[in-house]
């Protein structure tokens, strides 16, 4: 919906100042609405971290980044310069009570300059292990005490397991409203992604086929080109599981499969989401090796040069059972879905980047014409294309009655010339604005673990269990198309790339 410009004074505060999500994505999503004006007028960023550095080589870091990374490209010397005199670096552990105190004196002098109260915002873009001691120390030093006005940003993953989310949960809600908590997943933040509830509920064409009688089954795919490559140490106690279907995929299933809400409110939003994810079939421990395939990359090579294999990967166990790669088949036992499988898969190391969603229509019940007819299909590309695509039967101009499938293809590289905001733009905005929709509740990511526990408990009790290997630079194990055959007999994807799962 239309945003309002935001009037009060900002103080943003950035916990982990000198990790990679700070260089290659906050600051340079924070210079782009600067430069943009979307940032109130008066504002201030306060990097927090333990590694001591000059201000001014911490700025010059900071300008790289944005040089490199940002969507706006080199930074404009003025207009860096004007946002980054309200850049400012506070050296501090997070572990000493000391590093809460300087930052509330520094927040405390920031309103009676202001001569006002104004939005405080804390990016917890730090390791999980520090989110409830930088939670304790906001606490206990009253930093974000102000319902309202203050919040913090809390990046995934969200705990390890159900109980794990469960318990940092009531931690956060001993000290902050629920509505003061933002679960960021960069994902929903897309532009393509943002644009399915428009798309599904603002044309009546659509959602009137929105349903079981006319699907045959719903494809989310992200696949990923890079490997595990320095994240080594924290991929080997994650996976793909925790690390993309619990969060990023869910999320989409969720945008995809839930019911119109009553209005184009938060809360309904996150109240239709979080019901699509408790309809979701529970799997037995016999039903995940059916349902669910798992894998890992082995040494092999893309885009004609040399990858290593997963347990090659600095910081991996060299017997390593943790899966690179998982396809997944999940049912929503509700009357709008019942019966369509829903396939969602990921995977490091294969050929492109790609983010996709399919959904396949059945057959059409006019069989009057004597060649095949190819079911309709709508692909919505989140990356690396932009793009919704819907597959149609059309003649071939000629004498005779010969059909052929033909694409009709919305692009926002066609259809826009302005350019598109980053998912952590759109988000952080969202945040200093007050608005969750795009935020995971806490029963959100409850319900979100519940679904996928039963999938990690069985690998963990039979850790080699169907394990299945592919090389680096193809699509994933062949077993994975067994999911896919009594439906279809490719994974689909738009048609200037290739089938997301080919046999090795």
Not at 74 to 97: C, H, M, P, R
Not at 270 to 284: E, F, M, P, S
Not at 421 to 439: I, K, M, Q, R, S
Not at 465 to 492: R, V
Request: aromatic share 12%; hydrophobic share 40%.
């Amino acid at each position: 919906m239309k945003k309002h410009k935001i009037h009060s004074p900002v103080f943003i505060t950035i916990f982990g100042a000198s990790g990679d999500l700070t260089r290659r994505k906050l600051i340079p999503a924070l210079y782009n609405l600067f430069i943009e004006h979307q940032l109130p007028v008066i504002f201030e960023i306060y990097c927090v971290d333990f590694m001591a550095t000059e201000l001014a080589a911490f700025k010059k870091n900071l300008l790289d980044g944005v040089n490199e990374f940002s969507r706006t490209g080199v930074a404009e010397i003025t207009l860096w310069n004007e946002f980054s005199s309200k850049l400012f670096y506070l050296q501090g552990d997070f572990l000493e009570g000391s590093t809460f105190s300087k930052l509330r004196e520094h927040a405390d002098n920031y309103d009676i300059q202001n001569q006002r109260r104004g939005i405080r915002m804390f990016y917890f873009a730090t390791a999980p292990r520090f989110i409830e001691t930088i939670a304790d120390g906001l606490y206990k030093n009253k930093i974000c005490m102000r319902p309202l006005l203050d919040r913090i940003v809390i990046e995934k993953p969200f705990g390890t397991n159900l109980e794990t989310a469960k318990k940092l949960n009531i931690f956060l809600a001993k000290r902050f409203y629920e509505k003061q908590i933002y679960r960021i997943d960069h994902y929903l933040g897309k532009e393509t992604v943002q644009n399915i509830m428009a798309f599904r509920f603002a044309n009546y064409v659509f959602e009137p086929l929105w349903n079981n009688k006319y699907i045959d089954h719903v494809q989310i795919s992200v696949g990923e080109q890079v490997g595990v490559g320095k994240r080594g140490g924290y991929y080997d106690g994650s996976g793909a599981l925790r690390d993309m279907i619990q969060n990023h995929l869910l999320q989409l299933l969720c945008i995809v499969a839930m019911d119109a809400p009553s209005a184009y409110k938060a809360e309904l939003i996150r109240d239709a989401k979080t019901k699509v994810l408790k309809n979701i079939r529970v799997l037995g421990e016999k039903d995940v090796f059916k349902s669910v395939v798992r894998g890992q990359y082995t040494a092999g090579a893309i885009n004609g040069k040399p990858s290593p294999g997963y347990r090659q990967e600095e910081q991996v166990a060299p017997g390593s059972t943790t899966e690179t790669f998982v396809a997944a088949k999940f049912f929503v036992d509700n009357k709008r879905w019942r019966d369509v499988p829903f396939i969602l898969t990921t995977g490091k190391s294969l050929p492109k980047q790609v983010s996709v969603i399919v959904i396949q229509f059945k057959d059409s019940p006019n069989k009057i014409f004597k060649t095949d007819v190819v079911p309709n299909r709508l692909v919505i590309s989140i990356q690396p294309e932009l793009e919704i695509s819907l597959l149609f039967e059309s003649k071939v101009p000629g004498l005779e009655m010969k059909l052929q499938a033909v694409d009709m293809d919305f692009t926002y590289q066609e259809a826009y010339s302005e350019s598109l905001p980053e998912a952590y733009e759109a988000l952080l905005l969202d945040v200093l604005e007050g608005d969750p929709t795009l935020f995971m509740r806490a029963d959100q990511v409850e319900e979100a673990w519940k679904v996928v526990m039963p999938i990690l408990n069985a690998w963990s009790k039979y850790p080699k269990k169907k394990l299945h290997f592919y090389k680096a630079g193809t699509w994933g194990p062949s077993e994975a198309l067994a999911l896919i055959k009594p439906y279809a007999n490719k994974w689909f994807q738009l048609p200037r790339y290739e089938r997301l799962v080919e046999k090795s």
